[in-house]
């Protein structure tokens, strides 16, 4: 039989792989020489080749051989299927690893494991962007030296330590310093990480930045509490701080005061110069508030000109609130410098007093609001302590506010008038409309107790508009009874001059009632006019484009400046009845009226002389060449009928030979 040597060496050549250790040294030595060609050729070159003293040696192998083979094939069946398992689970792992990876660092949360000596270990993306750190600088630094603001450090330590987080921990805040310094408040979630023994192997900690979300919610907090404009406590904070300050009062057998501020004549500036000048000057006022009043005192704004407070520890409070106010009321003293205006400012003052005016916030500041009114009746800044009597004034101000209200709905106001006489001829010149409240059951009420009403309520508003109408529909009557024309003058409060649609209120009334405009004359005092300097040129040059007279009121009493008298268009000059009281025996005041009257020659405006009262008086102003005079030597203001029948007799008011 030939043997076929090739297939056999590769037989034995594998099989030798595993049972190398068991062949005989002859087998060892034939496997090297068959496994390692070149030795076994040259073993047969040198040596003679002996078939039959070989063949056993081949066949004794070649049944080992086969045994080998088959063991081989299949432990080479299972090292294939194991590698292929083991290739899907490492493929599945790195896909795991990936998917992981690829969630950690797409979350817009911050994601950090730590050791349990709190050494970082892993730094996701996002944890990058919100620290400024890169991964490479903060892995293996300790994250409460690097990372945590040192005032959370001892907090920090307790929501991530090992020791401390064997269960989660959800929302706890915590503060971190930034690479660039910023500081930032981040909730954290802390989940413990266990190896396969279920020990504390190391943390993760999950963020999320809620830096702006605090600061909204601080921002809106703080907004419940404190004014938008001045940021003073408001009154939310007021009445929290009251009931606080009650409870240390009842402890300790002391009172506090409350007082309420309010500033005179606001919303005069606010129509002059708009908000935006009045808000810088309420926070002028709130900033010498705050500098003027301890710490320990409350100031809040209640809303508009309104202020409010609380003065703790009175004891005595007739000695202590006079002291306390005096010393608060001086930052009236300077004036408020807004835009390159001065604003000289007075505000009323009233307090009440715990426990005697009120045990709670609503009546307290009822008490303080009802002496604050009082407090207005006086000139310039004043106070005043709220007594019980108040309350009955404050009742009967309020009822006539009422009555006055339903007066101008109702039409109860009726307008009577006063001649203007012309000083050379005697003849009626002009009529001033005056209003008058005839009420159904009290009777003529002065206007000097319902004006300044109507100006603090704003009711001068509508109560000026009706005078003017009036007294423009009835003139237009007159001229239709073909009676000789005269001139009307309405007065004007400071509210109506610089509301802004003043012009279009005169064009309208005009319009209605068909009045020729250069009979109308508007009177205005030189305090309405040096109130907003700007203002008053635009609004007199509009009157003087519709060829509406303007008369300048009480002139003398106010500031009495020839540069503000040139720049306004005037038509007429009215000096005021103190000058000519007493005029012309008083020398002084002979020599003003003389002045004033010369002066307005000199500026082609005319004058009237107002309280003439005798005819001295007449035949004086004539040698100074006053233009006209009114006063009660020709007539007091009288209803619309009497007044007509001065027009039909054609009254003429001559000096007696």
Request: hydrophobic share 40%; aromatic share 10%.
């Amino acid at each position: 039989m030939k043997f076929n040597f090739k297939y056999h060496r590769i037989i034995l050549s594998l099989l030798s792989i595993f049972k190398y250790k068991k062949f005989s040294k002859k087998n060892k030595l034939f496997f090297r020489n068959i496994y390692f060609p070149s030795i076994y050729m040259s073993s047969v070159i040198n040596q003679p080749y002996n078939q039959e003293n070989i063949l056993p040696y081949y066949l004794n192998s070649y049944k080992e051989g086969i045994i080998g083979i088959i063991f081989l094939f299949i432990f080479l069946i299972l090292l294939l299927i194991n590698n292929t398992k083991v290739n899907k689970i490492k493929d599945k792992l790195t896909i795991e690893k990936s998917f992981t990876e690829n969630i950690i660092n797409t979350a817009n949360t911050i994601i950090i494991t730590l050791d349990s000596n709190g050494k970082i270990l892993s730094f996701n993306q996002h944890a990058e962007k919100i620290t400024g750190y890169q991964s490479e600088e903060i892995i293996n630094k300790n994250i409460y030296k690097t990372l945590i603001h040192q005032d959370y450090r001892s907090k920090a330590l307790q929501t991530f330590h090992e020791n401390y987080n064997h269960e989660q921990i959800k929302d706890n805040e915590v503060l971190i310093i930034c690479k660039n310094e910023q500081q930032k408040l981040i909730s954290w979630n802390v989940s413990p990480i266990k190896n396969q023994n279920k020990d504390l192997s190391n943390t993760l900690i999950i963020g999320v930045d809620i830096t702006k979300n605090k600061r909204a919610e601080e921002a809106l907090k703080y907004q419940a509490f404190h004014d938008n404009l001045t940021g003073l406590p408001n009154r939310e904070f007021f009445n929290k701080q009251l009931l606080h300050e009650a409870e240390i009062a009842k402890n300790n057998n002391k009172g506090f005061a409350v007082f309420f501020l309010d500033l005179d004549r606001f919303k005069l500036i606010n129509d002059m110069y708009g908000h935006q000048t009045g808000d810088l000057i309420l926070l002028e006022l709130s900033n010498r508030l705050i500098s003027t009043l301890p710490n320990r005192y409350t100031i809040a704004r209640m809303g508009g000109d309104e202020f409010i407070g609380i003065l703790p520890g009175i004891t005595k409070a007739k000695l202590q609130i006079p002291r306390i106010i005096n010393h608060l009321t001086k930052i009236f003293d300077d004036p408020f410098v807004i835009n390159d205006h001065d604003f000289v400012l007075t505000a009323s003052i009233g307090i009440s007093i715990y426990p005697e005016d009120g045990l709670d916030e609503e009546s307290l500041l009822k008490n303080a609001d009802t002496a604050m009114y009082k407090a207005k009746e006086d000139a310039g800044t004043s106070f005043q302590l709220y007594n019980h009597n108040m309350n009955l004034q404050v009742n009967e101000k309020i009822f006539m506010e009422n009555n006055l209200r339903r007066a101008i709905e109702n039409q109860e106001l009726t307008v009577y008038y006063q001649p203007i006489i012309d000083i050379k001829t005697g003849k009626i010149k002009k009529a001033e409309a005056l209003v008058r409240w005839e009420h159904p059951e009290d009777g003529i009420i002065s206007p000097a107790k319902f004006i300044p009403l109507a100006e603090e309520t704003g009711l001068i508003i509508p109560l000026g508009s009706f005078v003017l109408k009036e007294a423009c529909q009835q003139l237009q009557d007159w001229i239709n009874m073909e009676y000789h024309p005269i001139e009307i003058s309405v007065n004007l409060s400071a509210q109506q001059f610089h509301k802004s649609n003043l012009k279009e209120t005169v064009d309208n009334i005009l319009d209605e009632t068909g009045l020729n405009p250069e009979l109308l004359g508007l009177e205005i005092t030189e305090s309405i006019a040096i109130q907003n300097v700007e203002s008053t040129i635009s609004v007199l040059n509009e009157f003087k484009n519709m060829k509406v007279k303007i008369l300048l009121d009480d002139f003398g009493t106010g500031y009495s400046s020839l540069s503000y008298l040139v720049k306004f268009a005037v038509d007429i000059i009215k000096i005021d009845r103190s000058f000519i009281t007493n005029f012309p025996h008083h020398s002084k005041r002979s020599a003003i009226v003389s002045a004033i009257i010369a002066m307005a020659n000199k500026l082609t405006m005319k004058t009237v002389a107002e309280g003439v009262e005798s005819w001295d008086k007449i035949k004086c102003l004539n040698e100074y060449k006053c233009d006209e005079a009114q006063g009660y030597l020709f007539s007091k203001p009288i209803p619309a009928k009497e007044f007509e029948n001065l027009l039909k007799n054609n009254i003429e008011f001559k000096m007696q030979a």
